[in-house]
């Protein structure tokens, strides 16, 4: 089966413009999730899916950060206006109900 | 609020050595510990999910333990191999998962 798919892989921006990153899951995965990894750290959740509807975005920067997933396939997550600190790689991933998470390769933003 | 943290932050190990990763969470009411590798400006590869019943869970030369009521996991690589450069993982969670900070290790030939 086709793995999770993400889009770009890499993204250099200047601070305070705004981003969008994309994520397409495996089919049928019905729970999405975003993670950010800073450089030496390990991930940290951002916000998680279930269909199209959100389950915890309790550590979404929501002042800029926003994150959409319409009709419950595809995501994306979106950063207005960006920030030197918002530089790391983003990862997505999904899973089916009661199993494991597959991760896409994800994004390396890069803010300067 | 489950908090993980792996030692070492780093290790260099000559190739054939048998070594062994460490893992410490917070929260011992986890529903599983998993254990991932990373490749440089890769994605997150799953090695190991040893659920909360569970006290160990193998696949080839990896194995991964689980003692909950320490809060501890470690991994265990036997023979290490120069292809098992990578920085590795844990994390503790069902589906919503926490992260470690991850140790590199490089396995020099």
């Known amino acids: 089966e086709a793995g999770v798919a993400q889009s770009p892989r890499y993204k250099i921006i200047e601070k305070r413009q705004s981003v969008a990153f994309w994520c397409n899951p495996i089919?049928?995965?019905?729970?999405l999730y975003w993670y950010q990894q800073i450089l030496g750290q390990g991930p940290k959740l951002l916000i998680q899916f279930q269909n199209n509807g959100v389950v915890d975005d309790s550590q979404l920067p929501k002042d800029r950060f926003s994150a959409e997933r319409l009709k419950g396939v595809d995501s994306t997550l979106k950063i207005q206006p960006a920030k030197l600190e918002d530089s790391a790689v983003y990862l997505c991933?999904?899973?089916?109900?009661?199993?494991?998470?597959?991760f896409g390769s994800g994004t390396r933003l890069t803010v300067v | 609020k489950q908090e993980v943290t792996q030692i070492p932050a780093a290790l260099s190990v000559p190739e054939g050595e048998n070594l062994v990763l460490n893992c410490s969470f917070t929260?011992?009411?986890?529903?599983?510990l998993q254990w991932f590798r990373q490749d440089p400006g890769k994605g997150l590869t799953s090695l190991l999910l040893?659920?909360?019943?569970?006290r160990e869970q193998t696949s080839g030369r990896l194995n991964a333990s689980l003692d909950k009521s320490s809060g501890r996991s470690t991994l265990y690589i036997a023979a290490s191999q120069p292809g098992d450069s990578a920085t590795y993982l844990c994390?503790?969670?069902?589906?919503?998962?926490?992260f470690g900070t991850g140790t590199r290790l490089l396995v020099s030939p």
């Open positions: 994390a503790a969670g069902f589906q919503k998962l926490v």
């Open positions: 089919s049928g995965h019905a729970t």
């Open positions: 991933a999904s899973s089916l109900e009661g199993r494991k998470n597959n």
């Open positions: 929260d011992s009411a986890i529903y599983n």
């Open positions: 040893i659920q909360s019943s569970q």
